[in-house]
């Protein structure tokens, strides 16, 4: 029985090749059929609505054809998970092999408890969202070595944290850079029916604790309830060792600790404005903050994979001179390419993820999908907690489909708003509801551009015989996600029956 189940599970690499098959197939049939739908677009500079009809766009003809053999090579190299990953291992590389990862991971394992662990990883996870998608490249190889440190299975690590990065990426205590564009759909909507609405930069806060909060300690406890149970075994080949710290480790963490906190200091001067030569890294053509620190065009944005680089890399160098594992300038070389040995499955993987979503995109069936489901809500005469749960519904399907919530969010803000508002509902309540219903289901799709990290990681430690194939690694997350997604629900229904603000000027009803 376990031969036959070998012999049909499907690898990864041959998943990703069906689905990218199928997607040129689906987009030639839907073509045929003439699928497509008319939204109403808004323009938030000016505030006008244009109709906008979206169609498929078949990939089964020579021009799709084309499209698909011209595009790969330039959408592969400019793919972000790619560099960010490659330059992030770096890092890692050279805070592993010298020795700080062990011995800070096995200090830290030693001597808390496994669910404090577990917790700390995921709240960690869950805030990453702040500075975008690099928690991804960087939150699933350390938990992935903290579990494996602490004598505990690395892939319910990797699992644990890519549920809590997925789910974060729609809730913040703070407002990220995605939440601040959203906003700029929201009140162009809300203008066209109240001229004079505002919205503030806090509108979200109190619901937003309370959610991340909740999140983190849910993933905690299916972690260690739930998951533990249904991930692959994973069995260590050494005998466990207690780690013994000599004068070396001490002076190799003290080196550390002392650069990394100058690095830091350095850095953090460098984000606060209005202090004598600070606010470097600040992009001041921005009015808030978080759009001056986040901004698509902001150095700090830009350069903030390369920042954190730096940082581990002074981490992992300056221990291992105080440890003297790294004792001259062959030693530091080689440990920077530590991490970069055995990756070519990860990057065949990486290649074959970008395609699938490169094509995904170009044949257009997410957005007239989303456009579809947003019609409905548009044509109804829903209101209160019907018009609540419909609008999540539609927010976690369409999410399966388009991950970009931004993009998501200005086809389905031309219908919810106007929905709400006439519904004597917020239009941040509206944006609150969306959000919630992304953290159900973007840890299901492979179309998320982080999913081939996650699975590549995966299968690093995969300990079986077969591999494990593209539908387990979605399987381990249902579970997440229709936890997750019961619960905020729940959440939203109370507080709107409560009817308590949502944040700082921020209320449910208009």
């Known amino acids: 029985m376990n031969k036959f189940k070998e012999r049909i599970t499907l690898n990864p690499v041959m998943t990703f090749l069906i689905l990218i098959l ?6 030639g049939f839907l073509n045929l059929l003439g699928f497509e739908a008319t939204y109403n677009k808004i323009d938030v500079t000016t505030g006008e609505l244009t109709a906008t009809s979206e169609s498929v766009e078949s990939l089964l003809s020579l021009s799709g054809i084309k499209y698909i053999f011209t595009s790969t090579v330039s959408n592969f190299t400019a793919f972000t998970p790619l560099s960010m990953l490659i330059i992030v291992l770096i890092g890692i590389g050279i805070m592993e092999k010298s020795g700080f990862i062990k011995t800070t991971f096995t200090i830290l394992t030693k001597y808390c408890k496994k669910y404090t662990i577990t917790f700390w990883l995921v709240f960690i996870s869950v805030l990453s969202s702040i500075s975008g998608d690099l928690g991804y490249v960087i939150m699933i190889p350390i938990a992935a070595l903290m579990f494996s440190y602490g004598r505990r299975n690395p892939l319910l690590g990797i699992v644990a944290v890519y ?5 974060g990426s729609g809730i913040n205590i703070l407002l990220t850079a995605v939440d601040s564009e959203m906003l700029k759909y929201t009140l162009a909507n809300a203008t066209l029916i109240d001229q004079n609405y505002t919205l503030s930069t806090f509108c979200f806060f109190f619901i937003m604790l309370v959610a991340v909060l909740l999140v983190s300690i ?3 406890i299916i972690t260690e309830k739930i ?5 692959d075994k994973y069995e260590f080949k050494e005998d466990k060792k207690d780690l013994r710290l000599g004068k070396r480790e001490y002076r190799g963490l003290i080196f550390s600790i002392t650069a990394g906190a100058i690095y830091l200091l350095i850095f953090i ?6 202090l004598p030569f600070s606010g470097n890294l600040l992009d001041y053509q921005q009015e808030f903050y978080i759009d001056k620190l986040f901004s698509y065009n902001s150095f700090f944005s830009n350069g903030f ?3 954190v680089t730096i940082f581990f890399v002074i981490l992992g160098l300056f221990y291992g001179i105080g440890a003297k594992t790294i004792k001259n300038n062959n030693d530091f070389c080689e440990d920077l390419t530590h991490s970069l ?5 990860t990057l065949i993987l990486i290649l074959l993820g970008s395609i699938l979503i490169n094509i995904f995109k170009k044949s257009n069936i997410g957005t007239v999908l989303t456009v579809t489901l947003t019609n409905l809500i548009g044509n109804s005469s829903l209101s209160g907690i019907f018009l609540i749960i419909v609008l999540f519904i539609t927010s976690a399907v369409s999410t399966l489909f388009l991950t970009g919530a931004t993009n998501k969010w200005s086809i389905i803000s031309t219908a919810a708003i106007p929905a709400f508002m006439n519904s004597s509902l917020s239009p941040e309540f509206a944006q609150v509801v969306v959000r919630f219903g992304e953290c159900m289901t973007l840890g299901l799709t492979p179309l998320l551009a982080y999913f081939t990290i996650y699975i590549a990681y995966l299968e690093k430690y995969n300990q079986q015989e077969s591999p494990i194939s593209l539908f387990k690694t979605l399987r381990y997350q249902i579970v997440y996600g229709i936890i997750i997604g019961l619960v905020l629900l729940a959440l939203l229904i109370g507080w709107y029956l ?3 603000p949502i944040g700082i000027n921020g209320f449910i009803s208009t």
């Open 498 to 500: 409560i009817g308590i």
């Open 341 to 345: 040995d055995g990756t070519g499955r």
């Open 305 to 307: 994979v390369f920042i």
């Open 269 to 274: 001067y460098n984000i606060i404005p209005g």
């Open 163 to 167: 549920a809590a990065l997925t789910a």
């Open 22 to 27: 199928l997607t040129i197939v689906l987009s």
């Open 227 to 231: 998951s533990t149970n249904n991930v």
């Open 218 to 220: 849910l993933i905690t």
